[in-house]
């Protein structure tokens, strides 16, 4: 059966009547742990049939380490050690945890953070229960406990299989992938690879939508909500006298991502294309992420700047409501193992401010205009014009966007609707389709 939807999945169609196929491998794609790619010839997320119908089976659990340890060896000659500490904080009988939500009743304070097990024993080879010196009673299902195994493999998979850290970069030879807007609106699979996809390249283009407003609200019903912000639930990109956003005119824009004026910006990005001017107005966008990488590799002191340089930005005036934004971003934000995980750069609200040393302004302004002029290469950056009907979707972590200019007119000659929505929405919606389409648990 699984086999079957992996089939599906990758057959499903696009405009033009091509089958969908993921994007060809390119420089420091991230893999999943054994080396395999989270998508081969399907989408993110899936796992192959044999791996999904395994249900692993006990040979043997004991007690070590006077206790403080479970040690249970598997059917395969693998084995896992469980601290008992974590045993007992996530035991799950009806006393300990709630099912109906999916959360601890326990309380902290009445764990003992130096328990040892009294007693182990296994039944069936399908579970272990453990006796603890109170004679609170535990049970542990094996494919629960394999699961949440610590070892460092085991522990990859699982923050793979929860979170898709799979990235696949690309610059100005990027196959924008397309679906149709109905077809996520509707269907399961499509919706899940439209977002296993998003996830994965950064960008997906919706095509056939209707050419009024409207169509990101249930765009935005159809992964949960949309993302209020101070521009309201959709804002309108046209020009605009007296404009309260650069957005809002007919200039260029240069590559930006939206909102680092806000501590946490959102996440993910629709456009959706209402009237196109016939002249100019086309989009370009770029793998902020790919383009880091580059910086990195190329100026590991400008990488390390813009990384570590708190700038300050502003956004002041009235839409939805009034508003007097200020933040302090990093233009890259980089996790613990100093990789990129947000851009947060855009110079139009860049502020005035600038809390640095006077002698480190220079040196900032020479990092930042290297990236700048990465961003900016022809082998990095992607051009595309939409048309009425399409709607972009792209992450706004990762893929700065921008617009060439078009001409001014008497009336309006070109109109996008735009929305915003959080990863949390976007990763929650996945989550629970994938689960609907590949019937797991």
């Known amino acids: 059966m699984w086999r079957a939807v992996v089939n599906a999945l990758s057959r499903a169609k696009v405009p033009g009547g091509q089958a969908f196929r993921p994007l060809p491998a390119q420089e420091g794609r991230s893999l999943l742990p054994g080396g395999t790619h989270c998508c081969q010839g399907a989408v993110p997320g899936l796992h192959t049939a044999q791996q999904l119908s395994m249900s692993p089976g006990i040979q043997k659990v004991e007690a070590l380490d006077a206790g403080h340890f479970v040690r249970v060896e598997w ?172 957005a809002y005119t007919t200039g260029k824009l240069c590559f930006h991502t939206d909102y680092p004026v806000l501590h946490h910006p959102p996440g993910v990005q629709f456009l959706h294309c209402i009237k196109q001017t016939a002249t100019g107005g086309e989009s370009e966008v770029v793998d902020g992420f790919h383009v880091s990488n580059k910086l990195k590799k190329q100026n590991p002191e400008a990488y390390q700047i813009l990384s570590s340089t708190a700038v300050d930005y502003t956004d002041v005036g009235v839409d939805f409501c009034d508003f007097a934004v200020h933040c302090k971003q990093r233009i890259i934000d980089i996790d613990s193992r100093g990789q990129a995980v947000r851009i947060n750069y855009n110079n139009a ?72 929505a959080d990863w949390d929405v976007v990763l929650s919606r996945l989550r629970l389709l994938r689960k609907r389409v590949l019937k797991r648990d």
């Not at 535990?138 to 085991?154: D, G, I, M, N, Q």
């Not at 005035?352 to 290469?377: C, G, H, M, T, W």
């Open 75 to 246: 059917d395969d000659g693998s084995e896992s050690r469980y601290p008992c500490v974590w045993l007992r904080d996530n035991c799950q009988c009806p006393l300990c945890f709630l099912p109906s939500a999916g959360a601890r009743r326990l309380l902290f304070e009445d764990l003992d953070v130096n328990i040892v097990a009294k007693e182990v024993a296994l039944a069936d080879r399908k579970k272990i229960s453990i006796t603890w010196p109170d004679e609170h009673a535990s049970e542990y299902e094996a494919e629960w406990l394999k699961k949440r195994c610590f070892s460092e493999e085991a522990r990859a998979e699982m923050q793979a299989d929860l979170f898709l850290p799979e990235r696949q970069y690309w610059g100005s030879d990027l196959q924008l992938p397309k679906i149709p807007f109905e077809e996520i609106m509707y269907n399961d699979e499509s919706a899940y690879k439209w977002l296993c996809t998003l996830k994965k390249v950064g960008i997906v283009l919706l095509t056939g939508a209707a050419t009024r407003q409207g169509e990101l609200i249930k765009l935005g019903h159809r992964i949960g909500f949309l993302r209020l912000t101070f521009y309201g639930p959709t804002w309108q990109v046209q020009d605009k006298a007296d404009a309260n956003n650069v």
């Open 349 to 420: 609200t860049r502020d005035a401010v600038f809390d640095i040393p006077a002698e480190k302004v220079r040196p900032f302004y020479a990092a930042l205009k290297e990236f700048n002029d990465l961003l900016n290469s022809a082998e990095h950056k992607f051009t595309y014009k939409l048309k009425p009907g399409d709607i972009v979707t792209f992450d706004n972590w990762r893929v700065l966007h921008g617009r060439q200019s078009y001409p001014s007119g008497s009336g309006v000659t070109r109109h996008l609707e735009g929305a915003y």
